[in-house]
């Protein structure tokens, strides 16, 4: 497992240890375990683009609420392809 999580890391350009934070919280929480809550837009600001279209986040959103293809726990490679 740490082998995958590594190359998913190095994959979508984050910290090995912070993907794993990412994966524990998905595992215990779900989708809200996940979520950005730390850079809330204040009013005239702007953020940085987001990474995937309404519609794109609601289909992975769909995913991820079912089990994985494997029928294991959802992984950082997992949720990438």
Known sequence: MAFIVKNSAIAIGINYDYAQEIIKKYNQLGE????NGKHKLQ???RGKKELLKPEQFQKLALELAGRPFDGDIWTGLKIAR
Not at 32 to 35: A, E, Q, R
């Open 32 to 35: 809200v375990g996940v979520k």
């Open 43 to 45: 009013k005239g600001k």
